[in-house]
């Protein structure tokens, strides 16, 4: 690489190959912490790449074995941090974002608040309820890129409780301008996800006013989404991980067995006709499967209207797949390229939302930076101004709290009797957690 990369060739090469940390940084009183949360994938540094189109928030991997041959490495001369590339010699300014007062401070319970939420980026993440079931089949189900079973319960609370959630959203709105919350869990067993959700959903709006999304499995019972919009949800996140059948049922044995990856194609093209375009992402990982397995998966998150959440590869410590070598860096361009080229063919809006960086993965509007500058790009880019101009004002309400019409702790009146997931093994995996029980 002669040439110095652009900020999102450089975003893409330093998830690929990581960061080195040098002698020179004073991270402990420069950066935020670097932590082991929820699935794993905000283990790493926290950095910012300047940038003429848009600055990029990424969390750079910094400890997994993979990032010794590493040829960047952070620097610090004087006040300025840089990351430097041993083989062209090329530097690049970045920025170390500040460690928020709230992170080290406790709620009215005395519970720490980095224990109950993280930022990541610029958006507040919180792993609502206990760790995902599928920790605790023997032999376990869970997905073998995941590490949620190591972190939460030490890490991070194991349970959530609705008013330390509440305080510490105020505190990330109030302290750091966060303007969405991503409440996220693992598999309930008896299709309860979405039950469990919806009491924090409604606290948040009628209590914070902040933006909502949620990730949790797919329920077959498609009228519950109905249910959490009318509890205030904002959006929908469903994480099928890899389009290719096959790898779907090796690498995420739980999901395969208790849910089926035609699960996750339901509720996403349910909820994505239901709430509009971009409003729903489709979640899957780049540099396992075939690319062009992800190449689909893109075609198709796009293709429904939905919103296209791409994670590089990251072999967290730890996981089942930690020594697998990451993704090599000209796959991961052209993936992020038709990434924004395919949201813009199905003309989903990307970008929108105020001060919504995502630093766990290459956004849509990050890959701006790939394509030709060409009339298609020009004229995409002039109507995402103009969306943004025009939405601004409904944001701006979005972010006021408001009374939901939905009732969070009771099912809608004329609701069909649920349907329990599609296996009797989600059952005894509910058991042997303790979790989801019938009363």
């Not at 170390?96 to 958006?123: A, D």
């Not at 062009?292 to 998150?301: F, N, W």
């Not at 009771?410 to 009797?424: D, F, K, L, N």
Request: glycine share 8%.
């Amino acid at each position: 690489m002669n040439e110095p990369l652009n900020p999102c060739e450089l975003e893409i090469d330093l998830f690929c190959k990581g960061l080195r940390i040098g002698q020179s940084c004073l991270l402990e009183k420069d950066g935020r912490v670097v932590s082991r949360t929820r699935a794993g994938l905000g283990s790493g540094l926290e950095i910012v790449i300047p940038g003429g189109l848009k600055d990029i928030w990424m969390n750079a991997p910094v400890e997994e074995d993979f990032v010794l041959d590493s040829p960047y490495i952070l620097v610090k001369e004087g006040d300025h941090y840089k990351v430097r590339d041993d083989r062209s010699k090329h530097h690049y300014e970045v920025r170390i974002p500040e460690e928020p007062k709230w992170v080290r401070s406790f709620t009215s319970m005395g519970t720490p608040m980095h224990k109950v939420g993280v930022l990541q980026g610029t958006y507040l993440g919180i792993y609502i309820s206990n760790s995902c079931s599928f920790w605790y089949h023997k032999p376990t189900l869970g997905c073998k890129f995941c590490t949620t079973g190591l972190n939460v319960g030490v890490n991070e609370m194991a349970d959530k409780d609705i008013k330390d959630v509440v305080e510490v959203c105020w505190a990330a709105k109030e302290e750091s301008g966060a303007t969405f919350v991503h409440l996220n869990s693992g598999f309930a067993g008896k299709d309860l996800g979405l039950d469990n959700m919806a009491p924090y959903v409604a606290a948040i709006k009628e209590k914070v006013g902040l933006m909502v999304g949620v990730q949790v499995t797919p329920s077959p019972n498609l009228w519950k989404y109905d249910w959490l919009i009318d509890c205030g949800v904002d959006h929908f996140s469903f994480c099928y991980e890899f389009h290719n059948p096959d790898i779907f049922a090796e690498l995420c044995p739980g999901k395969e067995q208790m849910l089926g990856q035609q699960a996750f194609f339901n509720a996403l093209e349910y909820t994505a006709k239901k709430m509009g375009k971009g409003r729903v992402s489709g979640e899957i990982i780049a540099g396992v499967e075939p690319i062009e397995d992800t190449l689909r998966a893109i075609d198709y998150i796009t293709g429904v209207g939905a919103f296209p959440t791409v994670c590089i590869f990251r072999p967290t410590i730890g996981a089942d797949m930690e020594y697998v070598p990451p993704p090599k860096y000209e796959d991961m361009r052209h993936v992020m390229e038709y990434m924004w080229n395919a949201c813009r063919k199905n003309d989903i809006p990307i970008g929108l939302a105020p001060n919504i960086e995502v630093s766990l993965i290459v956004n849509p509007d990050d890959a701006r930076y790939l394509p030709k500058h060409d009339m298609a790009w020009k004229m995409y880019e002039g109507k995402l101004k103009l969306m943004r101009t025009m939405a601004a004002p409904l944001f701006k309400q979005e972010l006021k709290r408001r009374n939901v019409k939905g009732n969070p702790h009771e099912y809608p009146e004329g609701s069909p009797e649920p349907v329990m997931p599609r296996t009797e093994a989600a059952e005894a995996i509910a058991r042997e957690a303790g979790v989801g029980q019938a009363s």
